[in-house]
Each structure stands twice: as structure tokens, then as C-alpha cells.
């Protein structure tokens, strides 16, 4: 009997990891598809200014109120040492690998077998997910830490309650509130209040006191740079159009690009095979969830929908990746549905056949949308080169349309306009500033005709770039 039962521990102990072996191929395949596909990919405007608060070498672009220092805390073991795009982008593709699986990893524990596996295939799936898998942006490390503080919290709240969970709630809250404050909040609600009325006081100190550690670095700024706290609400508010909207047709149009309808961007019309998709979450998500039954699963899609709601009814444009965090946590409840409708004869084939048209459609845009994205941000390295064929060298400052990226690229400092240049009635003040202080200055724009009055006496230089693409620098008088 003792040999017996020696031979049967290693089939129990290799199907105890086995999830865990699963879920860490969907996480080395969701870095290889980011370094094959997006990894070439050039900088973004917020990535730039995040970025450039800790790159070597590298001015500090403007800091505006909305924005918080988790994104940059994330990538400066890296930017510290150089600020080479492709070793962010390496680094960050391995990173999100990494926190795929630590984010999924709790959830093994409370839902053993597929579940865990199959929802973090489903969020790394996104096309969205595989775009921003590597970007220096707040949103898919948000996701990331929702996943694992609503799945750490439900394990903290089992009895008896485990120390090292709890520590993990604080843990991913506190990273959450570094990165976005806000949304952190409205993630966290549902589980601050659920501790409220069940009286469960170790969950809440947890996960009020992982808000407290970003929220008290957000207040401490915002005394030091921003006149304080509701000088800088309102002022993020203003900047972010915050208030009582309805911006889910935004959202819709958004589902198949652009990465931003805002600023006079055309969002385009509503793409019916994007739409079936993200109507389909919430309906499978709330099948999963009836058919599971647990505790864990509600409180996945509570946290996801509170996150979404505020996106959709108090924000004034949309973005996709606004709703990452929510897709992350309601892939959970998306895989306990899909695997309830795998398990009857009727449904298998339908739930099959649907999962594989949505990785498939996700798969076309991730080539389509990714190769778009990286031609255009393939200009601003371009226009940079050319830039110091001029003679630009730092101390430089750069102005207009994508400055902040190219200003990046060229070690300058920068200040991005979308499409007001300003300068009505004199030049603006930080070109001012820049000219005053001796330093190279030029206004970047996409035409030739001077976007602003004061631009009318400066030198327009054509920058000539492959492709028929066409940028203008502006060169102040006696330049």
C-alpha cells in the first residue's frame, strides 16, 4: 500500500499544478505575440511624457494634473539606464507576461482547473491587450492589479483568513492608486462596501489602506505642484471632461480604432463584428456567474462594471483602453460561462465556435491596427533625425503637433498641441521661456500655412520624409 501510494502522489501533485503550468504558457505566449507584433511600435504622446520623468538623459515633459507616477515607477528600472524604445519595449513585454500570470495566478486557488487559464487567455486575447501589453500606460497594469486584489481579497476573506493575502490586497491596491487613484477607487467599491455591510473589517483595513498609499503621494503633489487636492480635481476634471454623460456610442466606435475619439478625431461608424463581441461579455460574464455560483465571481463583475460605468456615463470621449481593467476582471466570470456552456451537449460547439471567431477577430485587428499604429509613430523618429540635420542639439526646445514624442526621441523639452497653437496676440509663454534661456527652438506642425499669428514672421522649413508624409518646422526670426 505505501508503494502504491507513492506511485499515485506525482499524477495528484502534477494535476494540482497543472493550472498553473497553463496559465503560465498563455503568459510566455502573450509576451512572444507583444514582441513580434507591438514591439516595434514607436512612442505615444502620454507614453512620452511618463516616460521622460525618468529616462536618462531625457527632459521632463509637462506633468499635468489627471496624471499619477505609477506608470513611471513601473518602467524606470529600465528608462534609468537608457532610454531606448525598444529596451522599454522588451522589458514591458516581459513585465506584463509576468504580471498576467502573478494577476491570474490567486484565482487557481479559489476556482481550481481552466477558469484562471482560460480568462487570462481571453483578456490577453484582446487586440487592445496585445497593443498596450507594452506601453508605458496606467490602464493594462490597472487591469492587472484588479485581477489580483479582487482575487486576493476573496481568498483574505476566507476562513481562517490568510496574512500573506491580505498583504497582497494591500499590495495590489496600493500599486492601483499609484497608477490611477481614481480608478482604483471605483474598482475597490464594491469591496469596501461588501466589508462595510458583512462586517468584514480585515478586508476593508486591506484594501482601504492600499488606496491610502496612492492616494496620500496624489494629495502630496497636488499641495506641492498643484495649488492642492481641489485645485487639482478640478483642474483633472477639466482636462479629462468630467461629469454626467453618456459615452457608450463613443466607446462602440471605438472598439475598432482610432486610440482616441477626442480633439476633432473621427471615430468612425459602429464595427458590427467588434460590437458582438462586447455585447457578448456582459451576457456570458452574468451566465458565469449564475452558474458558478461563488461568491469570488460576483465580485469580479461588480468591481469590472463599477469601473465601466463611470467610463461610460462620466466621462465626456472615449478611449479603449479606458475599459481594460473591467474586460480583465469580467474575462473571469466570460470563462466560468464558456466552460458551463462546454459542459452541455447543445451549447459546446456554439461556445467553441464563438470563442474561436472572437481570437480570430482579435488576431486580424492586432495585425491591422498595430501595423497602422506603427507606421504613423514611425514618423516622429523621422522628423527627429531630420530635426538634427538642422542643427538641433540640447538644450532644445520643441512645440506643436506630436513635439512631446519627437522631443523625446531628441533629448529636448517639449510642448505638445493637438490643434491650438495659441499665440493669438504674442508668442506663447514657455517658447518665450525657451528662447530666453538661449536654447534651440522649433514649432512643428503638419502644414505649411502657420497654424497661429505668431508664426507668420518665422521661417517655415519643409521636412522632407519618406512615404510622401510631410512636417513643417517653424524657425524663430534670426534663427
Do not use: K
Not at 482604483?184 to 486591506?206: K, Q
Request: hydrophobic share 55%; charged share 15%.
Amino acid at each position: 500500500m505505501a508503494g502504491r501510494r507513492a506511485v499515485d502522489r506525482p499524477p495528484v501533485w502534477a494535476a494540482a499544478r497543472r493550472p498553473y503550468a497553463v496559465l503560465a504558457l498563455v503568459a510566455v505566449c502573450f509576451t512572444v505575440v507583444q514582441l513580434v507584433f507591438t514591439a516595434r511600435i514607436g512612442l505615444g504622446w502620454d507614453e512620452s511624457v511618463y516616460l521622460s520623468q525618468v529616462a536618462r538623459g531625457v527632459p521632463a515633459a509637462e506633468f499635468t494634473a489627471p496624471r499619477a507616477r505609477g506608470v513611471q515607477l513601473l518602467a524606470a528600472p529600465v528608462a534609468l539606464l537608457t532610454p531606448s524604445v525598444t529596451a522599454i519595449r522588451w522589458y514591458l513585454s516581459m513585465l506584463s507576461g509576468i504580471a498576467l500570470f502573478l494577476a491570474y495566478a490567486p484565482w487557481i486557488r479559489l476556482r481550481p482547473g481552466s477558469l484562471a487559464p482560460l480568462a487570462a487567455a481571453l483578456f490577453a486575447g484582446l487586440w487592445l491587450s496585445v497593443l498596450y501589453g507594452n506601453e508605458a500606460m496606467p490602464n493594462m497594469w490597472l487591469a492587472y492589479c484588479a485581477v489580483a486584489g479582487v482575487g486576493l481579497a476573496c481568498l483574505a476573506d476566507r476562513r481562517p483568513a490568510s496574512g500573506l493575502a491580505t498583504a497582497g490586497v494591500v499590495a495590489a491596491f496600493a500599486l492601483a492608486s499609484l497608477l490611477r487613484p481614481s480608478d482604483a477607487t471605483w474598482l475597490a467599491a464594491p469591496l469596501l462596501a461588501y466589508g462595510i455591510v458583512r462586517r468584514r473589517a480585515r478586508l476593508f483595513a486591506a484594501v482601504a489602506a492600499g488606496l491610502v498609499i496612492g492616494w496620500a503621494q496624489w494629495m502630496g503633489e497636488a499641495l506641492v505642484r498643484f495649488g492642492g487636492p481641489m485645485a487639482r480635481l478640478r483642474a483633472a476634471g477639466a482636462e479629462n471632461a468630467t461629469g454626467l454623460h453618456f459615452s457608450l456610442p463613443d466607446h462602440l466606435r471605438a472598439l475598432n480604432g482610432p486610440l482616441l475619439c477626442r480633439f476633432g478625431v473621427e471615430c468612425g461608424g459602429f464595427p458590427p463584428a467588434q460590437i458582438a463581441w462586447f455585447a457578448a461579455v456582459p451576457v456570458v460574464a452574468g451566465l458565469g456567474v449564475w452558474a458558478a455560483r461563488r461568491r469570488s465571481l460576483l465580485a469580479a463583475a461588480a468591481c469590472g462594471l463599477s469601473l465601466a460605468f463611470v467610463y461610460l456615463f462620466t466621462v465626456g470621449y472615449a478611449a479603449p483602453r479606458f475599459l481594460l481593467p473591467a474586460y480583465a476582471l469580467l474575462a473571469l466570470p466570460a470563462a466560468a460561462g464558456v466552460v458551463w456552456l462546454c459542459r452541455r451537449r447543445g451549447t459546446a460547439v456554439l461556445a467553441v465556435a464563438g470563442v474561436a471567431c472572437y481570437f480570430a477577430l482579435q488576431a486580424r485587428s492586432v495585425v491591422v491596427h498595430g501595423g497602422q499604429i506603427q507606421a504613423a509613430r514611425a514618423v516622429n523618429p523621422a522628423v527627429a533625425a531630420r530635426l538634427q540635420q538642422l542643427g538641433m542639439r540640447p538644450p532644445c526646445f520643441l512645440y506643436g503637433h506630436d513635439a512631446v514624442q519627437i522631443a523625446y526621441l531628441a533629448r529636448c523639452a517639449a510642448h505638445g498641441v493637438f490643434r491650438h497653437y495659441g499665440g493669438r496676440s504674442s508668442v506663447p509663454s514657455s517658447i518665450r521661456a525657451a528662447l530666453r534661456r538661449g536654447e534651440w527652438v522649433g514649432v512643428i506642425t503638419a502644414s505649411r500655412r502657420p497654424p497661429a499669428p505668431f508664426l507668420t514672421s518665422w521661417t517655415a522649413v519643409e521636412l522632407r520624409l519618406d512615404g510622401g508624409t510631410r512636417r513643417y518646422v517653424f524657425l524663430p526670426p534670426g534663427h
